[in-house]
C-alpha cells in the first residue's frame, strides 16, 4: 500500500536544519511537475558528474531522457546507474540583517535509486509521450511520433521514487534578537523561473498555422 | 599565462553533440555570474549525491557556502573533496513537429575538480563577502559582517575553474527535412528565470527602512 510519505533513510535523513525535510509525496509530485528540468548526478571513472537532463513523473516513477550516445546512458545500459536526481525551485532572496543569516527561499526534491534503461518498446513508446507532454501539456497530440530508428536511438532511464526527500525554506529572514533594531533592510525577494515570453516560429514554419493554445498558454507554477 | 579558453580533458570532451560544447572562459564567467544557485555533485559511501549551493565566482575561483555541520562539508574538512559543479539556464523549449527534435534551449557549465575548505580568515571573511554581494550585488555594504562565532560556524569551499566546459543550444528546431510540410507548429518558446517579483519587507522590519536599490533594482541575465 502506497503511504501518503516516503520512508525515511539514513541518507534522505539530514544531519542539520531538520525542520526544513520533510516526505510529503505530494509536495515532492508537485515539485517534479513544475520543474522542466532536473540534474542528474552519478559516478564515472570514481569522480562525480551532474548534468541537466529533462525528466517526467509517472505516478512514482520518475522517467529521464537522453540519448543511446551518452555517457550516462551507456553507462546504465546494462546494469542500471545508481544516481542522485534532483529538482530545485529557487522562490527568493532571503535579505537578512547579518550577512550570517542570508539564505534563500526555495523547493528542493532529492532522488536517490537506481535507474534502469526501458527496454519494452510500450514502456518507452509511453514514457516518450509522457515526456513530449512533460515539455508542453497536451503536445504530443501535435507532433509526428517516434519511428522505429528514432526510438531505437533514444534511451529512457527509469527511476522509481523510493527514496526521496523534500526540502524547503520560506518566509522572512530569521535575524538575531539584537540584530532587529539594525538600520539595514530585511525581507524577500520574491523570484519566478520559467517564466514564458513570446512564442518564435521556426523560420521554415508553414503560412497559416497558428501557434496552439498548448504553447500560447503555456505556463508551469 | 591564462588563455581564453579552457583546456580540454578527457571529461570534459563530449561523446556527441561536439558542436554544443565549448571552452570559452567569458562565455563560462558569464554563465556562472548570472546563476543565483549551483548544483554540487559529490560522492559520499560511493553513491552519487547532488545538491543545491548558493556561489559566486572571483576570478578563476568559485566559492561555495554551506554549513560546517553538512555532510559535504564535513568530508571535505581534510583533504578536499572531489565535486562536479553545473549551473544551468533553461532559455527555452524547443518544439519541434517530431517528437523526436523536441529539446530545449540552454547554457550549461559543467566544472570538475577537488573543493577544498577554507581556512585562512581573511579569504574566508573576504570570500563570504562575495557571496553575499553575489545574491545582490553591494549587499554586503548593507549589513552586519559576520562574528567570529558565525565565521566559525560557515564553511566555504573554494574550487579552481581548471577543467570546465561550456554546453549550449540556442536557435530554431532542428526538423528533418520530410517534416517540414506537416501540419505541426514549431518553434521555440522562450524562458526566462530568477525574474523578480515585488520585494517583502520583514515582519519585524523597522518603520521607515525604505527597500534599497540593491533589491528594488535587482536583475540577473
Redesign the interface.
Same mark, same amino acid.
Given at each position: 500500500m502506497t503511504t501518503s510519505t516516503y520512508p525515511p533513510t539514513s /541518507?534522505t535523513t539530514p544531519?542539520? $536544519?531538520r525542520e526544513r525535510v520533510a516526505y510529503d509525496r505530494e509536495a515532492v509530485h508537485a515539485a517534479l511537475d513544475e520543474a +522542466?528540468?532536473c540534474?542528474?548526478?552519478? %559516478?564515472? #571513472?570514481?569522480?562525480?558528474?551532474? $548534468? =541537466?537532463q529533462?525528466h517526467v513523473r509517472v505516478g512514482e516513477a520518475l522517467y529521464l531522457h537522453g540519448?543511446t550516445?551518452?555517457?550516462a546512458m !551507456?553507462q546504465s545500459l546494462e546494469d542500471g546507474l #545508481?544516481?542522485?536526481?534532483?529538482v530545485?525551485h529557487?522562490d527568493?532572496?532571503v535579505?537578512?540583517?547579518?550577512?550570517?543569516h542570508?539564505s534563500?527561499n526555495?523547493r528542493?526534491v +532529492?532522488v536517490?535509486g537506481r535507474a534502469v534503461l526501458l527496454t519494452d518498446p510500450a514502456e518507452k513508446d509511453d514514457a $516518450?509521450?509522457h515526456?513530449?507532454d512533460a515539455?508542453?501539456p497536451g503536445?504530443?497530440d501535435? %507532433? /509526428?511520433?517516434?519511428?522505429r530508428r528514432?526510438l531505437a536511438?533514444?534511451a529512457v532511464l527509469r527511476l522509481d521514487l523510493t527514496e526521496v526527500s523534500y526540502k524547503s525554506r520560506s518566509g =522572512?529572514?530569521g #535575524?538575531d534578537e539584537e #540584530?532587529?533594531?539594525?538600520?539595514?533592510? *530585511?525581507?524577500?525577494?520574491?523570484? !519566478?523561473?520559467?517564466?514564458?515570453?513570446?512564442?518564435?516560429? *521556426?523560420?521554415? $514554419?508553414?503560412p497559416g498555422?497558428?501557434?496552439?493554445a498548448h +504553447?500560447s498558454a503555456?505556463s508551469r507554477g
Open positions: /541518507r544531519t542539520r $536544519l +522542466v528540468l540534474h542528474v548526478a552519478f %559516478v564515472a #571513472d570514481g569522480a562525480p558528474v551532474v $548534468l =541537466p529533462l540519448s550516445g551518452a555517457r !551507456r #545508481d544516481v542522485c536526481v534532483t530545485t529557487l527568493g532572496l535579505l537578512a540583517r547579518s550577512a550570517f542570508h534563500a526555495y528542493c +532529492v536517490h $516518450l509521450r515526456l513530449v515539455i508542453a503536445r504530443s501535435h %507532433v /509526428r511520433g517516434p519511428s528514432e536511438a533514444t =522572512p529572514p #535575524d #540584530d532587529l533594531a539594525s538600520p539595514w533592510w *530585511a525581507g524577500v525577494l520574491p523570484l !519566478r523561473s520559467a517564466v514564458p515570453g513570446t512564442p518564435e516560429p *521556426a523560420p521554415d $514554419l508553414t498555422i497558428e501557434v496552439p +504553447v503555456w
